[in-house]
């Protein structure tokens, strides 16, 4: 299994430990995950907001790399993921859109052509590896330890255009969560948004959006595992910011995924982890 | 009472609803679903998914333009996803946006952020100091974005000139 790796801006400058982990589980599974020459940010969910267009076509330009490298895009953020996802199905069924989106891609020698597609990591671990595959892989367990999984919003929404799992009920990650042996938790504010978008514009709120789900969280498990790096840093900062921190452990999900696999602290850049998972680690078994 | 909505305001109106994805305005019917389910909403009391939808069907341009409110929507997608009348307040945003954009307008952090885009390829500087972290790390070097392309590309439909003209 191969792939075209878009890691995105914020992976590849601020979080080595997801990126690390994310590299190294693959590679444990058999996944070969090629970076993509000349790639760039996806174009944010922002432009798209602000001119289709243009959104639509730096999405493309990424796009168009990966299908001259003839693979599917892997993506471990969830903004990327929608930027990419959305681009791709809208300039694949609209040959007007994508006629005028290659007038412009002219411009930078690429071409869209409709030839690939584009996953969020965490759906290709599930539904191209499968999760019997990533079981039989672990080495160790984390039998009784309460893990809570926080999706983010566009790794599931628009539905009609992600089409990847219920947003009202996604699964992807607590199975992900299962095969190291973690119990999956509900819990009340699940399905809400970090806020991570309006950092920029109102920081307060985002950190108040945070602790509500940190703080739930610690009602009821004891750790959470997260798959956009966006809503990582979301729930990482705003303990951070905290006098007295909840000091709840926040793991890539890959991380989690690595650890019961064998794989050391090191290889999965779990000392970048800024609230420590010493909790978490103890909880190894095997 | 008699509630008159001026030409101009219809005008606007017309204008947002001409935008992908907002075509729906008019099915609202206010039942507030948008702004029960709304992150932000529950913090921020100027932020009301279901008034924004009535301030465009009134066509009340100043309010909707004032300050940051287009820029609190943090893009959850909860509100198009939960509206039983389909009528997606995230896009009528997008639209508020890209009229606010067309009649010069952005705020700074998004001026910056997109200027950035053009520039470095990436919304941060990703360069040898990041490069030599990333090798510490084990990391292969971050791949050089082809900056003259992607500059070309937001410049050749207008959107970079547009951003690089605004005011807030």
């Not at chain 1, 920081?203 to 108040?208: A, D, L, M, R, Y």
């Not at chain 2, 907002?22 to 009301?48: H, N, S, W």
């Amino acid at each position: 299994m191969k792939y075209a790796f878009f890691v995105g801006c914020t992976t590849l400058s601020r979080l080595p430990g997801y990126e690390k982990s994310a590299r190294k589980v693959a590679e444990k599974l058999g996944v070969e995950l090629l970076d993509m020459p000349g790639s760039g940010c996806c174009g944010t969910t922002y432009l798209e907001t602000l001119d289709h267009k243009t959104g639509l076509a730096v999405a493309a330009r990424n796009i168009a790399i990966a299908e001259e490298m003839g693979l599917d895009v892997v993506t471990i953020c969830n903004g990327c993921t929608e930027v990419l996802t959305k681009a791709n199905r809208e300039l694949k069924e609209n040959p007007k859109l994508r006629a005028e989106v290659n007038d412009v891609l002219a411009e930078a020698g690429k071409e869209f052509k409709g030839t690939v597609e584009v996953k969020h990591y965490v759906r290709m671990l599930k539904e191209d590896v499968g999760l019997d595959a990533i079981q039989e892989k672990m080495e160790k367990s984390f039998r009784g330890l309460k893990v809570a999984s926080h999706y983010g919003c566009h790794m599931l929404k628009p539905k009609e255009i992600l089409m990847s799992d219920d947003p009202e009920n996604p699964t992807v990650l607590d199975d992900l969560v299962a095969t190291t042996g973690a119990e999956p938790i509900d819990y009340p504010n699940k399905l809400e948004c970090c806020a991570g978008p309006v950092m920029g514009v109102r920081e307060n709120v985002t950190w108040s959006v945070g602790l509500d789900k940190v703080k739930t969280v610690k009602q009821y498990g004891d750790a959470l595992v997260t798959a956009c790096p966006f809503c990582y840093l979301t729930y990482e900062r705003c303990q951070l910011m905290q006098e007295e921190s909840p000091n709840l452990p926040v793991l890539h999900i890959p991380q989690l995924l690595g650890l019961a696999m064998g794989l050391d602290t090191d290889e999965l850049g779990i000392g970048h982890n800024k609230v420590p998972s010493t909790v978490v680690l103890e909880r190894l078994e095997g | 009472m008699t509630i008159t909505v001026s030409r101009e305001a219809k005008e606007f109106r017309r204008k947002v609803m001409e935008t992908p994805g907002a075509e729906k305005l008019m099915r609202c019917y206010q039942c507030g679903t948008c702004t029960a389910d709304c992150p932000i909403a529950k913090r921020v009391p100027e932020f009301r998914p279901r008034q924004i939808a009535r301030l465009v069907m009134y066509g009340q341009k100043e309010r909707l333009m004032e300050g940051d409110l287009l820029y609190l929507c943090a893009g959850c997608y909860t509100c198009y996803e939960h509206c039983p009348q389909e009528v997606h307040v995230s896009e009528i945003v997008s639209a508020l946006r890209r009229i606010s954009l067309d009649e010069g307008h952005l705020l700074p952090g998004f001026k910056a952020l997109m200027e950035g885009v053009a520039e470095m390829g990436y919304i941060y500087e990703i360069d040898e100091f990041e490069n030599e972290m990333r090798e510490d790390d084990g990391l292969p070097p971050a791949p050089v974005p082809d900056t003259d392309g992607i500059e070309a590309v937001m410049r050749a439909t207008g959107f970079l000139g547009k951003v690089e003209a605004s005011t807030r």
